[in-house]
Every structure is written in C-alpha cells, then in structure tokens.
C-alpha cells in the first residue's frame, strides 16, 4: 500500500507539470501573435504633430511701459484784474477754441477805454489847432513877416500834437485788448476739466490766476521707456536696422488691446544717466477717449525686422528649463531629441526663434504626452500639425500641450 501512494503521486506531479508546460505554451502563442502585427514585430510608432521649420521676415516685437500724455494742453490764467461774473462752459466737456470760457467784470476796462477815446479826441482838437497855426505861418514867414523861430515852433508844436494823438490812439488800443481780456476764451480745442475758480472770485494778472485746464487727447501721445541695452539688443539681431514709424499695439490695464493702432514717432538720442534708459515717443488716435492724461498702459511695437526668422506655436517651446528655452526635433530616424534655441520675441500665439533651428527641420507641436510612456529614443510617426485642425480636437490637441505648459 505505501508503493501505489508513493507512484500515484508521482503521477499526479507528472500530470500538472505537462499540464503547465501546455499552458505556458500557449500562453506564448497568444501574445506573439499581437506583436507579429506591428513593424519589425513591435507595437506602431506613436503619432505626433510636427511642423518644417522655413525662414521668414518677421518683426522682432517688443512690450514696453508707457505714460498717455495730451499732444497739447493749455492752461487758461487770466490776463487782467477783476472779479468772475460768470462761468461759461460745462466742466468736463469739449470746448472749441475760440469759444468763451468765463466772464471778468468789465466796467473798469470799459470806463478806461472811453477815458483813452477822450483823450484821442482831447489830442485831436490840439493837433488841428496847431496844424492850422502852422499853416498861417507858412506865407508869413515867406514874405518875412513873422521871424523863422516862430514859423519853426508852430512847425514842432504840429509835431507834438500829431504824436500825442498817436500815443491817445495807442491808449484805446491798450484799454480795448484789456477790456477784450475781461472776456476769458479757449486758447485751444480739446476737453476741459473742472473750473479753479467760481463766480465771485478776484483773480489777477499779476499771479497768472489758473483758471482751468484745457487738453487735447485726440490723438494722444505715449511716453515709453526702454533700456538702452534692450535697444542695441533687437538693432544688433536685425543687423542694424530699426523702425522709427513702426506700428503700435495698446494694451490697457485689464489686458484688453485697444481697438485703435497708433505708430512710433521718435526714438530719443540721449540715455538717461540715472536709469539707463531710452524715451520713445508714439502717437496713437483716442476719439472716443479710451485713454486719459496720465494712464499707464503697456504697448506692443516692431522695433526691428529680423529678415530670417523662424516662427514656432508657443506650445511647441518650454521655457525657463534647467538648459534655457528647450523644444523637441524630430530626426531624420524619427527620433525626437530636444534642442535648446533661442527666443527673439512673442507673435501673437507663436515665438520668433533667433538661433538654434535650422531651415527644414521638424520641430514637434503636439504629442508630447505619448512621449512620456515610452523609453528614450523610440520613433515616432511624425504627421503635419496645422493650428486649425488641432483646435476641435478637444480631446487630443488639449492634453497634448499640457506637458509643455506644465513645463513651463
């Protein structure tokens, strides 16, 4: 009895390891047959999106800060004595040059005008009495009946006479630009602000009294500052050359872009000692007075033209990395390798590369989630990436950036 236990259980041991064995064997069978179907007898190569690098014109742009200013501003001072009958003008509004603004009690200037008439008049009278005694000398002192002092003296008392009419007509002149005075106009079209006097107060020529503030804001000019080592930075990449009426972009404070485009004036010649920096000037239009005297914005312009340049989507680039702005190439062996380049300036959705890219290359958009489950150095199926066929692609273009914005 302990034999046939003995050989009854090396049998059953027989048993269940051929059993294994045929297990084992057809477990193999069934997992070479999916891995005979991809080429050279592995899994197909992941697809990503790729776009061929060309080079280009493009303008090397930049975004500066920047103060709006009015292109002109007047301060309205009164220009005679006297106290504000009236205010003329709604605070606030446009005015037209020209147009009357406030009212100076005129009564003293009017009174000092009539005086300077009399006194033309009073002036008048004598110069005829004197040219008429001129006149009677003239025959007199011919015929030697009246001595030639006397002739002369008639002749210098007309002289008198004329010059002290001329200084009273110069009088009435004075009295009526003062008593014009009186009445305070617009020394320049544009928006006024809030009055600095009100009726009844006394205001004076001798202080230059500041009676309001007139400013013309459209258009309106942009004070920028740039460094001066930011300046010689783009010229040098465009090998010199600069755009002194380059258009200009406006950025507000809540991000929006105003809807009107202005253009660089000037660049100054002078660097500030103090801070290193450039003033640049630009005149943009305001008609609906988007901005304001004084408003800080931010602007976008194309200092310079970089006349080959490569243009990349923003999502193919992942900056700031331990090895600088980095983005992926794919080979001529399909294989992506990453490739440090260098960044000019922003293009809307999309980067100017300056160096590290060649004309004709490969540079991977899209895929880069796929990358991140396989070993280094697999080959990838490159296919063409275009920006309006990826953007219904919610489900495959979206997380296909996520690895480079999370980079980033």
Known sequence: MRLDHSTLSLTRIAAGTLMAVALLSACGKKDAAPAAGGPGGGMPAPEVGVITTKFEPVSLLTELPARAEPVRTAQVRARVDGVVLK??????????????LFQIDPAPYQARLAAAQADVGSAQATLNQATAQAERYKPLVEANAISKQEYTNAVAAQK??????????AQVRIAQINSGYAN?????????????????ALVSSAQATEMALIQQNNPMYLNITQSASELQRLRKQAGGGSKNDAPV???LDDGTELATRGRLLFSDVTVDPSTGQVTLRAQVPNPDNALLPGQYVRVRLAQAQLPN??????????????????????????????RTVKIGSQQGANWIVTDGLKEGERVMVDGFQKLQMLPPGTPVKAVSWAPAAAAPAAGSGAPAAAPAA???
């Open 87 to 100: 205010r003329l003008f709604t605070e606030g509004s446009e005015v037209k040059q020209g147009q009357s």
């Open 309 to 338: 340049g490569i243009v990349v989507p923003q999502q193919a680039v992942t900056r700031g990395g331990p090895q600088g702005d980095t983005l992926m190439v794919v080979g001529a062996d399909n294989k992506p390798t990453p």
């Open 249 to 251: 972009s406006v950025i």
């Open 406 to 408: 999370a980079a980033r």
């Open 160 to 169: 008198q006479a004329e010059a002290a009419v001329a200084a009273a007509k």
């Open 184 to 200: 305070v106009y617009a020394p320049i079209s544009g928006r006024i602000g809030r009055a600095l006097v009100t009726e009844g």
